[in-house]
């Protein structure tokens, strides 16, 4: 579970200084998002052929993991660091960090044994087993 909050401002005066944006404070936008109804969905979407996981924060370490399509993190692993040893036998894994409403998320992707079992064929014109 997660909180996100906006501040909400008046549209008719100018917020370009930080004594602007005080004056020009509605309120706050609040909304409380549960990671697992929020992103639940990915992974019947990629028909739970791809992985995600998702930390909050510059850090990989489990305490700071907010999703985990498959589960495969043990958040009970304490506050080790999710490192590549983690997706061992994976094809593929991708990293990407995103700028969120002022937090960085790091986002982990990888295909699942789903994936690898059904992309593993012989290339045609080659003797040797390849993702192609």
């Known amino acids: 579970m997660f909180l ?5 401002l008046r549209a008719d005066v100018p917020i370009t200084s930080p004594a602007e944006r005080e004056a020009a404070l509605r ?7 549960r990671a697992d109804l929020l992103l639940g969905p990915v992974g019947d979407s990629t028909e739970r052929q791809i992985d995600v996981e998702i930390f909050d924060g510059e850090n990989t370490r ?7 399509a498959d589960q495969h993190l043990s958040v009970d692993s304490g506050n080790q660091p999710v490192v590549a040893e983690d997706y061992r036998g994976r094809a593929f894994r ?5 700028p969120l409403y002022g937090r960085t998320w790091n986002l982990w992707l990888s295909t699942r044994p789903e994936f690898d ?14 993702r192609c």
């Open 94 to 98: 991708a990293v990407q960090t995103l």
């Open 62 to 68: 489990r305490e700071s993991l907010v999703f985990d």
């Open 117 to 130: 079992r059904t992309s593993e064929h012989t290339c045609p014109g080659s003797d040797w087993r390849a």
């Open 4 to 8: 996100a909050v906006e501040p909400s």
């Open 27 to 33: 309120g706050w936008v609040c909304a409380v998002l």
